[in-house]
T-cell receptor
């Protein structure tokens, strides 16, 4: 069974450009999460989808970040326009059941570098 | 103040040593507790959940003290392959995980 896949694995862009990250959760997982680790800091929650609905987006830093999950399958996270402080590793995770923290699987992340 | 505090390390220990990591959390409403392991440039992976009664998985023992809001991880008989960053993670009544910054462990021959 395929795990959580993220694309691209690395992205280098200039300040002011737009970048779109993609996450394909494990098939059948209704819950999809985005997390981010900025250099030197802890991994932080960004948002949580249940199917196509945003359950909790309290961690989204500002309105330059837009997450979508049309059809309740894969998700995209768009940063527009990107700023230097957006650099970091963006992780996606999925689980089948709410509260199933022991069955939460992470993707290998997208390393975003904004120059 | 961070919600989950960990000593960043690094902890440099020889093979076969016993090493202990500690973690404190500030929110008494925290409900679930975990240790994750993260290898360099990889995703975090669940190592074990932590219960008040304490739990053991092979060479790994985790303990939770709710009164002191303190979580520990003990690794016995360290192996080279244990070298990684160990993340202390909690959550409250939500599905949002709160991570510590991690403690780096380096096991040397």
């Amino acid at each position: 069974e395929a795990g959580v896949t993220q694309f691209p694995s690395h992205s280098v862009i200039e300040k002011g450009q737009t970048v779109t990250l993609r996450c394909d959760p494990i098939s059948g997982h209704d819950n999809l999460y985005w997390y981010r680790r900025v250099m030197g800091k802890e991994i932080k929650f960004l948002l949580h989808f249940v199917k196509e609905s945003k359950q909790d987006e309290s961690g989204m830093p500002n309105n330059r970040f837009l997450a979508e999950r049309t059809g309740g399958t894969y998700s995209t996270l768009k940063v527009q326009p990107a700023e230097l402080e957006d650099s970091g590793v963006y992780f996606c995770a999925s689980s089948q059941d709410l509260g199933a923290n022991e069955k939460l699987f992470f993707g290998s992340g997208t390393q975003l570098s904004v120059l | 103040r961070k919600e989950v505090e960990q000593d960043p390390g690094p902890f440099n220990v020889p093979e076969g040593a016993t090493v202990a990591f500690n973690c404190t959390y500030s929110n008494s409403a925290s409900q679930s507790f975990f240790w994750y392991r993260q290898d360099c440039r990889k995703e975090p992976k669940l190592l074990m959940s932590v219960y008040s009664s304490g739990n053991e998985d092979g060479r790994f023992t985790a303990q939770l003290n709710r009164a002191s809001q303190y979580i520990s991880l003990l690794i016995r008989d360290s192996k080279l392959s244990d070298s990684a960053t160990y993340l202390c993670v909690v959550n409250r009544r939500t599905d949002k995980l709160i991570f510590g910054t991690g403690t780096r462990l380096q096991v040397f021959p």
